[in-house]
Antibody
Framework: QVQLQESGPGLVKPSETLSLTCTVSGGSISSYYWSWIRQPPGKGLEWIGYIYYSGSTNYNPSLKSRVTISVDTSKNQFSLKLSSVTAADTAVYYC??????????????????WGQGTLVTVSS | QTVVTQEPSLTVSPGGTVTLTCASSTGAVTSGYYPNWFQQKPGQAPRALIYSTSNKHSWTPARFSGSLLGGKAALTLSGVQPEDEAEYYCLLYYGGARVFGGGTKLTVL
């Protein structure tokens, strides 16, 4: 059973950089896409971006200038950095596993496993 | 900016059937948008239900089904149970980007 666990500071000061790590257990980080998704209190889900295990990335255009996602396959971890944070970045941050693949039936894309989420509050 | 639209709220009686929809501001939703559906209960992480339009995960109850309906992605719950009361989110793929819908709050009453 694949499990994902987010970790990192729960409080970040405005203008500083938010840093979170997602540790994957019960399976390899290889051959999958790994995403970060956030949810402000009382609001909906927002996709932040993904990284493929090989290191290629894609980010939400609205956050692209402030986001960096990296992967450490030796530790089965991937990480999120979000710079110049403001109160609007206060949210529960989730990591998730994605599969995008092709077989004889066509192309498939799915998000299957999620972490439990971690609340990050931006406040001085 | 691409917007994915869901019904804000729906109410269904226990044992009934309800369909939630997911529309794209870019036009008709097709299988190429790989619609995914997720269920989220208060205080919990989202749980995956449906991927690539109509495919169920191994843990998805049989009463949940996905389809394309009238240019939208759709999630149908048949024989609704009280435990199905939750927020439901769709996700669409736009090339390399992904966009979530705003969510539908489903009340079982």
């Amino acid at each position: 059973q694949v499990q994902l666990q987010e970790s990192g500071p729960g409080l970040v000061k405005p203008s500083e950089t938010l840093s979170l790590t997602c540790t994957v257990s019960g399976g390899s980080i290889s051959s999958y896409y790994w995403s970060w998704i956030r949810q402000p209190p009382g609001k909906g889900l927002e996709w932040i971006g993904y990284i493929y295990y090989s290191g290629s990335t894609n980010y939400n255009p609205s956050l692209k200038s402030r986001v960096t996602i990296s992967v450490d396959t030796s530790k089965n971890q991937f990480s999120l950095k979000l710079s110049s944070v403001t109160a609007a970045d206060t949210a529960v941050y989730y990591c998730a596993r994605e599969k995008y693949y092709y077989d004889s039936s066509g192309y498939w894309a799915e998000i299957d496993y999620w972490g439990q989420g971690t609340l990050v509050t931006v406040s001085s | 900016q691409t917007v994915v639209t869901q019904e804000p709220s729906l109410t269904v009686s226990p044992g009934g059937t309800v369909t939630l929809t997911c529309a794209s501001s870019t036009g008709a939703v097709t299988s190429g948008y790989y619609p995914n559906w997720f269920q989220q209960k208060p205080g919990q992480a989202p749980r995956a239900l449906i991927y690539s339009t109509s495919n169920k995960h191994s843990w998805t109850p049989a009463r949940f089904s996905g389809s394309l309906l009238g240019g939208k992605a759709a999630l149908t719950l048949s024989g609704v149970q009280p435990e199905d009361e939750a927020e439901y989110y769709c996700l669409l793929y736009y090339g390399g980007a992904r966009v979530f819908g705003g969510g539908t709050k489903l009340t079982v009453l």
